[in-house]
């Protein structure tokens, strides 16, 4: 099988988001700690980029929109197949009602 062009790769979406992004340079950064470890040199340089970077993820997980977690997600035994099914209905369902009541209030303006 060849292998698959960035674009069509689904990963490469996930590859491209900021936090993602930082994380990735958090983790080389802590390979260098690691490393410096390893070799029995102090980490000192390394462990501030270190603690710098984790700042910038940070920062990069303060900018994403908060994400509500659907009712029953943390129930033990939750099925999340279907509490996501529920609160995918659902959110359809308030898009659904707010389309008709957007349309409703364009009638009444004419």
């Known amino acids: 099988m060849p292998p698959r062009k960035k674009k069509d790769d689904p990963m490469a979406a996930v590859d491209a988001l900021p936090l993602v992004q930082e ?17 029995g040199k102090r ?4 462990m ?9 993820v ?6 994403l929109p908060e994400m509500p977690i659907p009712q029953g997600a943390l129930d033990d035994g939750a099925d999340l197949d ?3 099914r529920q609160d ?5 369902d308030d ?6 009541r957007k349309k409703n209030m364009k009638t009444l303006a004419d």
């Open 82 to 84: 279907v509490v996501a």
């Open 23 to 39: 994380l990735e340079k958090a983790l080389a950064c802590l390979d260098a700690v690691e490393k410096d470890v390893d070799e």
């Open 88 to 92: 995918l209905r659902r959110q359809l």
């Open 48 to 56: 501030d980029a270190f603690f710098q970077q984790l700042g910038r």
């Open 43 to 46: 980490p000192g340089k390394d």
């Open 95 to 100: 898009l659904a009602a707010e389309g008709h």
């Open 58 to 63: 940070d920062d990069a997980a303060a900018a």
